[in-house]
């Protein structure tokens, strides 16, 4: 009993511990957040102003002083102001010696400065300490409690302790510090708020490129090619038919599309004998958005499963339905159950399901709060071989769909494939090359030249 309560008092945090006070300059939206927050975490809060008048905007459990006496009062200094106002710093140099001064400031455009906001604040107080952070987390986050935003805090300085004081105050605050080095990381830092999804935008305008394509393909064989020879008018296709059509496509392509790279990488590994050689560009490109491309074709399986439960509920589908039954009755005619068909149907549906199934428990495992409590093999069983199994099945379920049209004539529109046809070229490959890739006489020398053997070790760069 003893032992156990001794060793939960150990892991508890020393809430007793009276925490060191802390300096901000300036009384902004950001500075008055992170004021409150700290005040919340423990930590006495002195603000430094050109404007010592005390403000109902300021946390009412802090000092409001002069930048001098706010700094004397204080190891730590936060700069919660814009570069262009660091001027007002330099007589401060001497009360800022061997002080920790924390910069915050962001810039309105990438590169704006040849060096960063950052390294700038060391060069004009070369007696003082400084450390890059908080400049990724918002007012807004910290007023809010973080529920809703990322609690990551990107962190770098060239002063070991001065750095590890701040990343104390960002765990204390209920962030997570990530350490990024010395000061030069400060311009990365700086530029990451100001990135548009920089891994989104291959994936995006490749997503968007393909599902043009596909989707004034299915309007020329489904609409147009109908209206010039068959007389019929289904425009009203464009609204949910077509769209049920391309996003299937688009959700299998881009699925394949997530595994086509680590098939190059394994075909390039094997040519040369060795993974210590660079993969081209494009390839490490297209490998760091792989998640981006499977979340985009979990988007695209998940409209088509909405598309598809809805479709009884159309016009269209009832007006054929009853014209179907109204025709059997006049004729007095009757359809046996085929069982051929059935089997069919209920494959295509099972297949289905339980490819969406993987695909939504893929989607699942790439987010960070579920990726972050698996261990390595774990996370790779599900990325790769349920992800493979996926594939399959979804493939599978695009097989039997549209297999009976494959050899139809009909089927072949101003000697056009049906989209199913174009969609299976990609999956099809990847899982050919990828049985190919686990015979033994294959999969032995990959794994040994993956574990660092090598074979010409003269030409490895």
């Given amino acids: 009993m003893n032992k156990n309560s001794s060793n939960m008092m150990a892991l508890a945090p020393n809430t007793s511990e009276k925490r060191e006070t802390v300096c901000i300059f300036g009384t902004g939206d ?4 992170l004021g409150h927050k ?14 010592t008048q005390i403000s109902n905007l300021i946390p009412k459990d802090a000092e409001v002083l002069g930048h001098t006496e706010a700094a004397q009062k204080a190891a730590i200094i936060i700069i919660a102001i814009q570069r262009q106002h660091y001027n007002f710093l330099t007589p401060l140099a001497e009360v800022l010696r061997g002080k920790v001064l924390v910069d915050i400031s962001n810039n309105l455009k990438l590169n704006q400065y040849p060096e960063s906001n ?11 300490k400084v450390v890059k952070a908080f400049n990724t987390v918002s007012a807004w986050a910290l007023q809010s409690g973080m529920l809703d935003a990322s609690r990551q805090v990107f962190v770098c300085g060239d002063d070991l302790k001065a750095k590890q004081t701040v990343m104390n105050i960002v765990r204390a605050l209920g962030l997570t510090p990530l350490d990024k080095g010395s000061l030069l990381a400060a311009q990365e830092i700086e530029n990451y708020p100001l990135q548009l999804f920089p891994m989104w935008k291959f994936p995006i305008f490749l997503s968007l490129g393909l599902t043009a394509f596909f989707f004034f393909y299915c309007v020329a064989l489904e609409i147009i090619y109908t209206y010039i020879y068959e007389n019929n008018d289904f425009s009203f296709f464009i609204a949910i038919t077509i769209p049920n059509r391309v996003c299937p496509v688009m959700a299998l392509i881009l699925l394949a599309l997530v595994y086509l790279p680590g098939i190059f990488a394994a075909i390039i590994q094997l040519y040369r004998g060795t993974k210590y050689r660079r993969f081209p560009d494009w390839l490490d490109k297209w490998m760091l958005c792989r998640k981006q491309l499977g ?10 499963v909405v598309f598809t439960l809805v479709t009884p509920m159309r016009a269209f589908v ?6 179907r039954i109204i025709s059997q009755a006049l004729n007095n005619q009757t359809e046996p159950l085929d069982h051929t068909n059935a089997w069919l149907s209920d494959s295509y549906l099972a297949l289905g399901i339980l490819g969406f199934f993987l695909f939504v428990l893929l989607g699942i495992t790439s987010l960070p709060s579920v990726s972050n409590n698996v261990n390595w093999r774990e996370f790779r069983f599900v990325q790769s071989k349920l992800g493979y199994l996926s594939l399959i099945l979804c493939t599978a379920h695009t097989l039997v769909y549209g297999g009976k049209w494959f050899l139809n004539p009909l089927a072949y529109k101003w000697y056009l494939p049906d ?7 990609i999956p099809c490959a990847v899982l050919v090359v990828k049985f190919l890739l686990v015979f033994p006489c294959v999969d032995k020398p990959l794994t040994q030249i993956r ?11």
């Fill in 30 to 33: 950001f500075g008055r957040a």
């Fill in 38 to 51: 700290m005040i919340q975490s423990g930590y006495p809060v002195v603000y430094g102003s050109r404007r």
């Fill in 118 to 128: 950052a390294e700038h604040l060391a060069q004009l107080l070369p007696g003082s």
């Fill in 295 to 304: 979340l985009i074709a979990l988007a695209f399986a998940s409209l088509h």
């Fill in 318 to 323: 009832s007006w054929r339905t009853s014209k």
């Fill in 419 to 425: 989209i199913y046809i174009l969609s299976l070229i």
């Fill in 451 to 461: 574990q660092g053997s090598e074979r010409n070790p003269k030409y490895s760069e």
